[in-house]
């Protein structure tokens, strides 16, 4: 009996400790749930908007450099190995490295920006939704060994549908 007294004292103890309430007010609680601290509900959290030209670089006491809004958006960007950049552009089926100029200037000390400007239009109609790879090696660019890179195109903002059909047959070549 006294086994079954403290089993269901533990049971009450144990879903009482487990139970959330999401009132602002806690509602009265009698008897042993009286003696229990209320559980918050789970926590909201809010993610502030973070500007890139609040976040400095680490190991520097400099700002992060801007994204150039006026440059083309690129798909997205990578270093492979720490001596190749990689940038997927936006194409229609006919870009090429090209069709691009490429600035690099020295940010700090040895950090550098890279900005692509395309100087020849895509004028093909193929569809190709992750675009084409444009690989750069840091000695052409004239980016030492050890360098880092900070692309200055802005991201393309699109949304992939991962559910259309063309979609999931790229995803699995």
Known sequence: M????????G????????STTADPE?????????????MPSLPVIHMPQVNLADVSLPGTRRQAPQVDPDLEPVVYWRVIDD??????????????RADFTIDVEQYDRDIYTVSLTRHQPDRCVRELPWGVQLGFGFEELGVPAGGRVIVLNPLDQRAWDWNEPARQDLAQR
């Open 2 to 9: 006294r086994k079954f007294v403290l089993a269901a004292l």
């Open 83 to 96: 001596d190749i950049l990689v940038v997927h552009a936006d194409t229609q089926g006919c870009t090429s």
């Open 26 to 38: 806690p509602v009265a609680r009698a008897g042993l749930m009286a003696s229990l601290p209320a």
């Open 11 to 18: 049971a009450a103890l144990g879903c009482a400790a487990c």
